[in-house]
């Protein structure tokens, strides 16, 4: 599990497995953020932006590939490591992910770059181009939650209640008493929603020692996110139409309900869109097929 509408366990795993060979990070300020990153070959940027609870090192296994034709740059986003702990803002969401990464992008001269980015991450991508659509040669996303939609779908609203009432708000209040609280919440509240990809239930306490630590590491995020005002910003039916860049639309055959019905909405939304749903993948398609996100995105790349 791991993201909120979340990238846990299988990516914290993943990584957890790929920390040799990493290059160390650089890092640049914006915003006041200090946003750690790795940058390897040459030529037009593909920014990777991980989903919750992850950071840079979870696109180590891409990397290679990807900077044979790009200059290829992953980045951890401003609450997660290894960045400097500050004090949470009130009103972190996504926008404000969003215009860190805008400012990036500028700051290292990449514009205009391809974006991928996964759950939370790919939300980020998508407001991105919805704010700074100069910034942004396209766009492959996995599966972003933009959860204000649903209340507003048919057969939404009881995914939405569900989200909050086993994961949003038991992961707030775990916060409150600590950050192996919150995440414990979080990733047993996701495992209560069916989010493992096996037939285990996914609980924190079931996770492997490395894991768990890898979680914990990324904790500030989500501690930043439940304190938040508005964790889940609005995105406008209209500002999604009006996005020019040419997405794709990754999807997980065996993801949530939630996230299908969100990925839909977009299919329907974006003008310029392809959409490719992985059989037997779920939110966790990029550790489950690593091959065929990474072909379908270069050779959408390709085109663009």
Same mark, same amino acid.
């Given at each position: 599990?791991?993201?909120?509408?979340?990238?846990?366990?299988?990516?914290?795993?993943?990584?957890?497995?790929?920390?040799?060979?990493?290059?160390?990070?650089?890092?640049?300020?914006?915003?006041?953020?200090?946003?750690?990153?790795?940058?390897?070959?040459?030529?037009?940027?593909?920014?990777?932006?991980?989903?919750?609870?992850?950071?840079?090192?979870?696109?180590?296994?891409?990397?290679?590939?990807?900077?044979?034709?790009?200059?290829?740059?992953?980045?951890?986003?401003?609450?997660?490591? $290894?960045?400097? #702990?500050?004090?949470?803002?009130? =009103?972190?969401?996504? %926008?404000?992910? @969003?215009? +860190?990464?805008?400012?990036?992008?500028?700051?290292?001269?990449?514009?205009?770059?391809?974006?991928?980015?996964?759950?939370?991450?790919?939300?980020?991508?998508?407001?991105?181009?919805?704010?700074?659509?100069?910034?942004?040669?396209?766009?492959?996303?996995?599966?972003?939650?933009?959860?204000?939609?649903?209340?507003?779908?048919?057969?939404?609203?009881?995914?939405?209640?569900?989200?909050?009432?086993?994961?949003?708000? $038991?992961?707030? #209040?775990?916060?409150?008493?600590? =950050?192996?609280?919150? %995440?414990?919440? @979080?990733? +047993?509240?996701?495992?209560?929603?069916?989010?493992?990809?096996?037939?285990?239930?996914?609980?924190?306490?079931?996770?492997?020692?490395?894991?768990?630590?890898?979680?914990?590491?990324?904790?500030?995020?989500?501690?930043?996110?439940?304190?938040?005002?508005?964790?889940?910003?609005?995105?406008?039916?209209?500002?999604?139409?009006?996005?020019?860049?040419?997405?794709?639309?990754?999807?997980?055959?065996?993801?949530?309900?939630?996230?299908?019905?969100?990925?839909?909405?977009?299919?329907?939304?974006?003008?310029?869109?392809?959409?490719?749903?992985?059989?037997?993948?779920?939110?966790?398609?990029?550790?489950?097929?690593?091959?065929?996100?990474?072909?379908?995105?270069?050779?959408?790349?390709?085109?663009?």
């Amino acid at each position: 599990m791991k993201r909120l509408t979340i990238c846990l366990a299988l990516w914290a795993a993943l990584f957890a497995q790929n920390t040799t060979a990493q290059t160390s990070p650089k890092k640049v300020r914006v915003n006041g953020a200090e946003l750690h990153y790795v940058d390897q070959g040459k030529g037009v940027a593909v920014i990777f932006v991980h989903g919750g609870l992850d950071d840079y090192r979870v696109w180590q296994p891409q990397m290679e590939a990807f900077s044979q034709r790009y200059r290829t740059l992953a980045y951890s986003r401003r609450y997660n490591y $290894p960045n400097s #702990r500050v004090a949470p803002r009130t =009103d972190y969401s996504a %926008v404000v992910d @969003a215009d +860190d990464l805008a400012a990036l992008i500028r700051k290292l001269k990449l514009a205009p770059a391809h974006i991928v980015g996964v759950s939370y991450g790919a939300y980020v991508a998508l407001l991105l181009a919805a704010r700074h659509p100069e910034l942004v040669r396209s766009l492959v996303l996995s599966e972003p939650p933009v959860l204000q939609w649903l209340p507003e779908m048919e057969g939404g609203k009881p995914l939405f209640t569900e989200f909050m009432a086993k994961v949003w708000e $038991p992961a707030a #209040r775990g916060f409150r008493v600590g =950050d192996e609280a919150g %995440v414990k919440a @979080a990733v +047993d509240g996701f495992g209560e929603l069916g989010y493992s990809g096996t037939d285990q239930k996914m609980t924190f306490a079931t996770l492997p020692p490395e894991v768990r630590s890898a979680l914990l590491e990324n904790a500030p995020e989500w501690r930043a996110l439940t304190m938040s005002k508005d964790a889940f910003p609005a995105l406008p039916l209209e500002a999604v139409r009006r996005i020019k860049a040419p997405t794709l639309l990754l999807s997980g055959q065996r993801s949530l309900t939630l996230h299908g019905m969100i990925d839909s909405q977009l299919e329907r939304l974006l003008p310029r869109k392809e959409r490719i749903i992985l059989a037997n993948a779920t939110h966790e398609m990029w550790n489950e097929y690593p091959e065929e996100c990474r072909r379908a995105a270069l050779v959408f790349f390709a085109k663009h």
